[in-house]
Protein backbone atom coordinates (compact mmCIF):
# COMPACT_ATOMS: atom_id res chain seq x y z
CA UNK A 1 0.00 0.00 0.00
CA UNK A 2 2.62 2.65 0.88
CA UNK A 3 4.19 1.67 -2.60
CA UNK A 4 1.37 1.95 -4.03
CA UNK A 5 1.26 5.44 -2.60
CA UNK A 6 4.22 6.58 -3.59
CA UNK A 7 3.60 5.49 -7.22
CA UNK A 8 0.71 7.65 -7.50
CA UNK A 9 2.69 10.64 -5.92
CA UNK A 10 5.15 10.13 -8.51
CA UNK A 11 2.38 10.18 -11.54
CA UNK A 12 1.18 13.38 -10.00
CA UNK A 13 3.99 15.39 -10.05
CA UNK A 14 4.89 13.88 -13.24
CA UNK A 15 1.38 15.32 -14.04
CA UNK A 16 1.87 18.94 -12.54
CA UNK A 17 4.95 19.33 -14.17
CA UNK A 18 3.18 18.53 -18.19
CA UNK A 19 0.71 20.10 -17.30
CA UNK A 20 2.63 23.47 -16.25
CA UNK A 21 4.97 22.95 -19.21
CA UNK A 22 2.15 22.99 -21.47
CA UNK A 23 0.10 26.25 -20.38
CA UNK A 24 3.29 27.98 -19.67
CA UNK A 25 4.51 27.48 -22.99
CA UNK A 26 1.20 27.94 -24.48
CA UNK A 27 1.40 24.43 -25.82
CA UNK A 28 -2.81 23.69 -26.54
CA UNK A 29 -4.20 20.07 -25.41
CA UNK A 30 -7.59 18.96 -26.96
CA UNK A 31 -7.22 22.78 -28.51
CA UNK A 32 -6.99 25.17 -26.39
CA UNK A 33 -4.52 26.21 -23.58
CA UNK A 34 -6.36 25.67 -20.14
CA UNK A 35 -6.09 21.95 -20.06
CA UNK A 36 -2.89 22.33 -18.96
CA UNK A 37 -3.79 24.00 -15.79
CA UNK A 38 -6.32 21.31 -14.95
CA UNK A 39 -3.69 18.86 -15.62
CA UNK A 40 -1.43 20.43 -13.26
CA UNK A 41 -4.77 20.62 -10.92
CA UNK A 42 -5.32 17.16 -11.04
CA UNK A 43 -1.56 16.22 -10.34
CA UNK A 44 -1.36 18.11 -7.75
CA UNK A 45 -4.46 16.51 -5.63
CA UNK A 46 -3.10 13.47 -6.56
CA UNK A 47 0.43 13.68 -5.54
CA UNK A 48 -1.29 15.28 -1.78
CA UNK A 49 -3.72 11.77 -1.96
CA UNK A 50 -0.23 9.59 -2.64
CA UNK A 51 0.89 11.00 0.38
CA UNK A 52 -1.81 10.93 2.79
CA UNK A 53 -2.03 6.86 1.26
CA UNK A 54 1.44 6.39 2.80
CA UNK A 55 0.89 8.01 5.87
CA UNK A 56 -1.83 5.70 6.11
CA UNK A 57 -4.73 8.29 6.06
CA UNK A 58 -8.14 7.18 4.88
CA UNK A 59 -8.54 8.74 1.42
CA UNK A 60 -10.35 6.20 -0.96
CA UNK A 61 -13.22 8.15 -2.22
CA UNK A 62 -10.61 10.76 -3.04
CA UNK A 63 -8.82 8.32 -4.99
CA UNK A 64 -11.89 6.91 -6.89
CA UNK A 65 -12.70 10.53 -7.64
CA UNK A 66 -9.11 11.12 -9.00
CA UNK A 67 -9.50 7.77 -11.01
CA UNK A 68 -12.67 8.75 -12.60
CA UNK A 69 -10.80 12.19 -13.88
CA UNK A 70 -7.95 10.03 -15.18
CA UNK A 71 -10.18 8.02 -17.12
CA UNK A 72 -12.27 10.70 -18.61
CA UNK A 73 -8.62 12.27 -19.63
CA UNK A 74 -7.35 9.02 -21.44
CA UNK A 75 -9.89 9.17 -23.71
CA UNK A 76 -9.58 8.63 -27.11
CA UNK A 77 -5.86 6.87 -26.81
CA UNK A 78 -7.60 4.00 -28.12
CA UNK A 79 -7.63 6.00 -31.59
CA UNK A 80 -4.33 7.47 -31.13
CA UNK A 81 -2.59 4.13 -31.03
CA UNK A 82 -4.70 2.98 -34.00
CA UNK A 83 -3.77 5.55 -35.67
CA UNK A 84 0.42 5.47 -34.61
CA UNK A 85 0.32 1.63 -35.82
CA UNK A 86 -1.98 2.29 -39.12
CA UNK A 87 -0.99 6.02 -40.35
CA UNK A 88 2.42 5.98 -38.52
CA UNK A 89 1.39 9.26 -36.61
CA UNK A 90 -1.36 10.89 -34.17
CA UNK A 91 -3.41 14.31 -34.77
CA UNK A 92 -1.20 15.62 -32.23
CA UNK A 93 1.68 14.52 -29.72
CA UNK A 94 0.70 16.73 -26.69
CA UNK A 95 -3.05 14.92 -26.43
CA UNK A 96 -1.40 11.70 -27.07
CA UNK A 97 0.94 12.12 -24.04
CA UNK A 98 -1.69 13.57 -22.05
CA UNK A 99 -4.01 10.45 -22.60
CA UNK A 100 -0.74 8.39 -21.64
CA UNK A 101 -0.19 9.79 -18.72
CA UNK A 102 -3.67 9.23 -17.77
CA UNK A 103 -4.26 5.52 -18.16
CA UNK A 104 -1.13 4.86 -16.56
CA UNK A 105 -2.67 7.00 -13.18
CA UNK A 106 -5.92 5.47 -13.81
CA UNK A 107 -4.57 2.47 -12.82
CA UNK A 108 -2.36 3.23 -9.95
CA UNK A 109 -5.07 4.66 -8.26
CA UNK A 110 -7.41 2.22 -8.75
CA UNK A 111 -5.31 -0.26 -7.28
CA UNK A 112 -4.72 1.68 -5.03
CA UNK A 113 -8.08 2.33 -3.76
CA UNK A 114 -8.77 -1.38 -4.18
CA UNK A 115 -5.71 -2.00 -1.29
CA UNK A 116 -6.49 -2.85 2.14
CA UNK A 117 -7.66 -0.08 4.23
CA UNK A 118 -5.34 2.00 6.47
CA UNK A 119 -5.85 0.08 9.75
CA UNK A 120 -6.98 -3.24 8.68
CA UNK A 121 -5.83 -6.32 9.61
CA UNK A 122 -3.66 -8.45 7.33
CA UNK A 123 -2.39 -6.50 4.48
CA UNK A 124 -0.64 -7.73 1.38
CA UNK A 125 0.67 -10.63 3.42
CA UNK A 126 -3.01 -11.10 3.96
CA UNK A 127 -3.75 -12.48 0.30
CA UNK A 128 -0.47 -14.31 -0.06
CA UNK A 129 -0.18 -17.93 -0.74
CA UNK A 130 -4.47 -18.05 -1.73
CA UNK A 131 -5.49 -20.15 -4.52
CA UNK A 132 -6.52 -18.40 -7.48
CA UNK A 133 -10.68 -18.71 -8.41
CA UNK A 134 -11.76 -21.40 -10.54
CA UNK A 135 -12.03 -20.79 -13.94
CA UNK A 136 -15.90 -19.87 -14.51
CA UNK A 137 -18.26 -18.60 -17.01
CA UNK A 138 -19.79 -15.31 -16.80
CA UNK A 139 -23.79 -14.87 -15.51
CA UNK A 140 -26.21 -15.28 -18.34
CA UNK A 141 -27.09 -11.89 -18.54
CA UNK A 142 -23.27 -10.81 -19.21
CA UNK A 143 -23.07 -13.32 -21.81
CA UNK A 144 -26.29 -11.82 -22.99
CA UNK A 145 -24.36 -8.71 -23.46
CA UNK A 146 -21.43 -10.03 -25.20
CA UNK A 147 -23.38 -11.54 -27.97
CA UNK A 148 -25.07 -7.96 -28.51
CA UNK A 149 -21.84 -6.36 -28.16
CA UNK A 150 -20.98 -9.03 -30.90
CA UNK A 151 -23.80 -8.18 -32.80
CA UNK A 152 -23.50 -5.12 -32.69
CA UNK A 153 -20.51 -4.88 -34.36
CA UNK A 154 -21.02 -7.49 -37.72
CA UNK A 155 -22.37 -4.51 -39.64
CA UNK A 156 -18.94 -2.26 -39.32
CA UNK A 157 -17.33 -5.87 -40.11
CA UNK A 158 -19.14 -5.99 -43.12
CA UNK A 159 -19.35 -2.65 -44.59
CA UNK A 160 -15.33 -2.28 -44.11
CA UNK A 161 -14.89 -6.13 -45.76
CA UNK A 162 -17.31 -4.56 -49.12
CA UNK A 163 -15.18 -1.65 -49.17
CA UNK A 164 -11.55 -3.89 -48.81
CA UNK A 165 -13.26 -6.55 -51.54
CA UNK A 166 -13.76 -3.65 -54.01
CA UNK A 167 -17.32 -3.13 -53.45
CA UNK A 168 -19.55 -0.12 -52.76
CA UNK A 169 -21.65 0.85 -49.39
CA UNK A 170 -23.71 3.65 -49.16
CA UNK A 171 -22.52 5.06 -52.29
CA UNK A 172 -18.83 4.82 -51.96
CA UNK A 173 -16.85 2.38 -53.65
CA UNK A 174 -13.89 0.51 -52.21
CA UNK A 175 -11.36 2.19 -55.02
CA UNK A 176 -12.74 5.40 -53.45
CA UNK A 177 -11.83 4.22 -49.76
CA UNK A 178 -8.22 3.24 -50.73
CA UNK A 179 -7.79 6.28 -52.61
CA UNK A 180 -8.61 8.17 -49.26
CA UNK A 181 -6.20 5.70 -47.35
CA UNK A 182 -2.90 7.00 -49.98
CA UNK A 183 -4.83 10.69 -49.32
CA UNK A 184 -4.81 10.66 -46.17
CA UNK A 185 -0.83 9.13 -45.81
CA UNK A 186 -1.80 5.51 -44.39
CA UNK A 187 0.97 2.97 -43.59
CA UNK A 188 2.20 0.98 -45.96
CA UNK A 189 0.89 -2.15 -43.99
CA UNK A 190 -2.68 -0.18 -43.72
CA UNK A 191 -2.28 -0.10 -48.13
CA UNK A 192 -0.57 -3.68 -48.01
CA UNK A 193 -3.77 -5.02 -46.19
CA UNK A 194 -6.52 -3.16 -48.04
CA UNK A 195 -4.55 -4.82 -51.05
CA UNK A 196 -5.36 -8.12 -49.98
CA UNK A 197 -8.76 -7.14 -49.10
CA UNK A 198 -8.26 -6.63 -45.59
CA UNK A 199 -9.17 -4.06 -43.64
CA UNK A 200 -7.10 -3.12 -40.61
CA UNK A 201 -9.93 -1.87 -38.48
CA UNK A 202 -12.29 -4.51 -39.79
CA UNK A 203 -9.37 -7.17 -37.99
CA UNK A 204 -8.90 -4.96 -35.13
CA UNK A 205 -13.00 -5.81 -34.68
CA UNK A 206 -12.89 -9.31 -34.61
CA UNK A 207 -9.87 -8.84 -32.31
CA UNK A 208 -11.85 -7.15 -29.90
CA UNK A 209 -15.00 -9.65 -30.32
CA UNK A 210 -12.25 -12.38 -29.52
CA UNK A 211 -11.22 -9.95 -26.03
CA UNK A 212 -14.90 -9.64 -25.19
CA UNK A 213 -15.57 -13.65 -25.03
CA UNK A 214 -12.38 -14.07 -23.61
CA UNK A 215 -14.05 -12.06 -20.80
CA UNK A 216 -17.00 -13.83 -20.48
CA UNK A 217 -15.72 -17.56 -21.22
CA UNK A 218 -13.80 -19.42 -18.54
CA UNK A 219 -10.71 -19.78 -21.20
CA UNK A 220 -10.43 -16.24 -20.35
CA UNK A 221 -8.68 -17.33 -17.21
CA UNK A 222 -6.63 -20.15 -18.02
CA UNK A 223 -5.02 -20.70 -21.45
CA UNK A 224 -6.75 -23.23 -23.45
CA UNK A 225 -4.77 -25.57 -24.97
CA UNK A 226 -4.65 -24.55 -28.49
CA UNK A 227 -1.88 -21.78 -27.23
CA UNK A 228 0.74 -24.86 -26.60
CA UNK A 229 3.22 -23.79 -24.29
CA UNK A 230 0.98 -21.37 -22.31
CA UNK A 231 -1.59 -24.38 -22.26
CA UNK A 232 -3.00 -25.05 -18.52
CA UNK A 233 -1.35 -21.65 -16.94
CA UNK A 234 -3.37 -18.54 -15.68
CA UNK A 235 -4.02 -15.56 -17.07
CA UNK A 236 -2.45 -12.53 -15.36
CA UNK A 237 -5.29 -10.62 -14.57
CA UNK A 238 -3.91 -7.87 -16.46
CA UNK A 239 -3.71 -9.03 -20.00
CA UNK A 240 -7.33 -9.34 -20.33
CA UNK A 241 -8.32 -6.41 -18.68
CA UNK A 242 -6.06 -3.49 -19.27
CA UNK A 243 -6.97 -3.53 -23.15
CA UNK A 244 -10.82 -3.87 -22.61
CA UNK A 245 -10.95 -1.13 -19.92
CA UNK A 246 -8.68 0.65 -22.30
CA UNK A 247 -11.28 0.09 -25.43
CA UNK A 248 -14.58 0.63 -22.98
CA UNK A 249 -13.27 3.98 -22.06
CA UNK A 250 -13.07 5.10 -25.48
CA UNK A 251 -15.63 3.20 -27.04
CA UNK A 252 -18.49 3.73 -25.22
CA UNK A 253 -18.61 6.97 -24.44
CA UNK A 254 -17.44 7.49 -28.54
CA UNK A 255 -20.39 5.56 -30.09
CA UNK A 256 -23.05 7.02 -27.44
CA UNK A 257 -22.55 10.46 -28.17
CA UNK A 258 -21.86 9.87 -31.43
CA UNK A 259 -25.47 8.33 -31.55
CA UNK A 260 -27.16 11.41 -30.00
CA UNK A 261 -25.16 13.38 -32.52
CA UNK A 262 -26.33 11.29 -35.40
CA UNK A 263 -29.59 11.61 -33.93
CA UNK A 264 -30.01 15.38 -34.11
CA UNK A 265 -28.03 14.82 -37.73
CA UNK A 266 -31.09 12.71 -38.86
CA UNK A 267 -33.91 15.05 -37.15
CA UNK A 268 -32.77 17.88 -38.93
CA UNK A 269 -31.53 20.03 -35.91
CA UNK A 270 -27.99 20.09 -37.14
CA UNK A 271 -25.76 18.80 -40.43
CA UNK A 272 -23.11 16.16 -40.35
CA UNK A 273 -19.67 16.84 -40.84
CA UNK A 274 -19.43 15.56 -44.61
CA UNK A 275 -16.12 13.39 -45.31
CA UNK A 276 -14.28 13.73 -48.33
CA UNK A 277 -15.65 11.16 -50.22
CA UNK A 278 -19.26 10.83 -49.07
CA UNK A 279 -22.63 12.69 -49.12
CA UNK A 280 -24.76 14.03 -46.29
CA UNK A 281 -26.93 10.66 -46.71
CA UNK A 282 -23.66 8.70 -47.29
CA UNK A 283 -22.14 9.93 -44.47
CA UNK A 284 -25.31 9.46 -41.93
CA UNK A 285 -25.69 5.78 -43.04
CA UNK A 286 -21.79 4.99 -42.78
CA UNK A 287 -21.47 7.17 -39.29
CA UNK A 288 -24.73 5.01 -37.59
CA UNK A 289 -23.15 1.72 -38.95
CA UNK A 290 -19.98 2.75 -36.85
CA UNK A 291 -21.74 4.50 -34.26
CA UNK A 292 -23.78 1.80 -33.49
CA UNK A 293 -20.70 -0.76 -33.29
CA UNK A 294 -19.06 1.03 -30.89
CA UNK A 295 -21.35 1.95 -28.29
CA UNK A 296 -22.87 -1.79 -28.33
CA UNK A 297 -19.44 -3.44 -28.30
CA UNK A 298 -18.36 -0.43 -25.45
CA UNK A 299 -21.12 -1.01 -23.00
CA UNK A 300 -20.67 -4.81 -24.03
CA UNK A 301 -16.76 -4.73 -23.26
CA UNK A 302 -17.43 -2.31 -20.10
CA UNK A 303 -20.41 -4.96 -18.41
CA UNK A 304 -17.85 -7.82 -19.45
CA UNK A 305 -14.83 -6.53 -18.42
CA UNK A 306 -16.59 -5.61 -14.88
CA UNK A 307 -18.08 -9.47 -14.27
CA UNK A 308 -14.16 -10.79 -15.03
CA UNK A 309 -12.60 -7.93 -12.92
CA UNK A 310 -15.10 -10.02 -9.87
CA UNK A 311 -15.12 -13.42 -11.22
CA UNK A 312 -10.88 -13.33 -11.26
CA UNK A 313 -10.27 -11.08 -7.78
CA UNK A 314 -9.49 -12.63 -4.11
CA UNK A 315 -13.15 -12.20 -2.79
CA UNK A 316 -14.40 -14.61 -5.89
CA UNK A 317 -11.50 -17.19 -4.65
CA UNK A 318 -12.77 -16.45 -0.75
CA UNK A 319 -16.43 -17.21 -1.15
CA UNK A 320 -15.75 -20.27 -3.02
Known amino acids: MVRNGWAVTGWGLGCVGFGLGCALSGTELFGAVWPGWVVAGVGAVSAAAGLAVVRRKPVRRLLWLLCGSAAVGA ?168 PALLGAATLAPYGLFGMGYLTLCTAGVTRIRLGELAGEQSALEIAWVGMCGFAGYGVALMVAARSYWRRTGVRAAEAR
Open 75 to 242: WGLLMDVVTLLFGQRVDSVPDTVERALAVVGAVLLACTALGPRPGAGGGPDRRAGRAAPAPTAAPPIVQLAAWAGTLAFVPYVLMKLVWALGGSFAGIGGDQMYASYVHNGSSGLWLALERWGLDATMLLALLGVFLLWGLVRPWGQVFPRWTLPLSGRRVPRWLPLT
